[in-house]
């Protein structure tokens, strides 16, 4: 069975484009060069989801006026079905959907966190999932990322695990340590915390580090040096 989990929604209340900066009009977006040094500005977003905004005349001024082209969205099946793009957003923005779903597990984890995670929450767990299981859908998502138009906006639900997830990956290739990519996980609040950091970080460590990762997920040393070279100052 399945651990269901969900990502807190993205606040619903839309603030006036005069208080951009300190009150974003959509939740947790920025430039992920904000807090993390070695990301290159203006290539990559992080954001909640892009949908719950794309009829809002001020949320469309601040994509724009980033003039982001490509929207990857990490969302599940069950989530963009609730919760879609709109004909003339997709008509206007690229958008691609590569499914970080909690709800599909293979049967190996499934047993595993009836053993080594069963006294984790299901937060934890789904950590644990996003790291070790999606690795053919983290692959997806940087090779598309590698050949994109830029700049490019990634957003989950809230914008906070699975975004933070692919964040914390690009950091740690550009040589972003730990402490910057810990300040910029815990920007997106709503349920951040070290601890849950360091399920991602330590696990990549514990393979041998971030290319040694991205190697077992597939992803050939071409594309990571494209990445590399483009994302990174």
């Not at 983290?138 to 975004?163: N, Q, W």
Request: with cysteine; net charge negative.
């Amino acid at each position: 069975m399945s651990i269901m989990y969900n990502e807190k929604a993205a606040l619903d209340s839309v603030n006036s484009p005069s208080t951009y900066i300190e009150q974003p009009i959509i939740p947790n977006f920025r430039d992920a060069s904000k807090y993390v040094s070695t990301i290159k500005p203006k290539m990559i977003f992080r954001t909640s989801s892009l949908t719950k905004y794309q009829d809002v005349s001020s949320a469309l001024g601040v994509i724009r006026s980033n003039k982001i082209k490509t929207v990857i969205d990490l969302r599940a099946e069950r989530e963009v079905n609730a919760d879609s793009y709109s004909e003339s957003f997709s008509h206007e923005f690229y958008c691609i959907n590569f499914p970080l779903d909690p709800w599909n597990q293979p049967e190996w984890f499934v047993e595993e966190t009836k053993t080594i995670y069963s006294n984790f929450s299901n937060a934890e767990k789904a950590y644990y999932f996003f790291i070790k299981c999606c690795q053919y859908q983290i692959r997806a998502v940087l090779e598309t990322i590698s050949v994109s138009e830029y700049p490019v906006a990634i957003h989950c639900v809230a914008g906070k695990d699975r975004t933070g997830l692919i964040t914390i990956l690009i950091g740690m290739l550009v040589g972003s340590g730990y402490e910057e990519l810990l300040v910029d996980y815990l920007q997106s609040e709503q349920d951040t915390d070290e601890y849950k950091f360091r399920i991602f970080y330590d696990y990549i460590m514990g393979v041998g580090g971030i290319e040694e990762y991205l190697s077992h997920s597939g992803i050939s040393k071409d594309v990571i040096t494209t990445l590399k070279q483009k994302l990174g100052k």
